[in-house]
């Protein structure tokens, strides 16, 4: 069994800044690839930020500057900071780890995600 927690959204005032964290555990060989993804009410879920094993970032438009994805591994936990925040960034936030529990087997897993609301 694999579970990911994600922890740290809340309400924010617009310019405002919030960092996300999401921890893995349970039975886990290795790690890939970490994301984050969110989905606003009425719309699709969306890729935020990715950050693979080999360290590479890569980012919406939209939060390009703004977030910064990262990752500790030794405590299987990615974090996203997130800066100058706006109300067009309230969502729900959700983490996405692809994780082999045996060797060369990878699977996908999601958190249950985490408000956030910008808003004054």
């Known amino acids: 069994q694999v579970h990911l927690v994600e922890s740290g959204g809340g309400l924010v005032q617009p310019g405002g800044s919030l960092r996300l964290s999401c921890a893995a555990s349970g039975s886990i060989f290795s790690i890939n690839a970490m994301d984050w993804y969110r989905q606003a009410p009425g719309k699709q879920r969306e890729l935020v930020a990715t950050?693979?094993?080999?360290?590479?970032?890569n980012y919406a438009d939209s939060v390009k500057g703004r977030f910064t994805i990262s990752r500790d591994n030794a405590k299987n936990t990615v974090y996203l900071q997130m800066n100058s925040l706006k109300p067009e960034d309230t969502a729900v936030y959700y983490c996405?780890?692809?994780?082999?529990?045996?060797?060369?087997?990878?699977?996908?897993?999601w958190g249950q995600g985490t408000q956030v609301t910008v808003s004054s």
């Open positions: 950050l693979n094993s080999g360290g590479s970032t």
């Open positions: 996405n780890a692809i994780i082999a529990v045996t060797p060369g087997k990878f699977y996908s897993y």
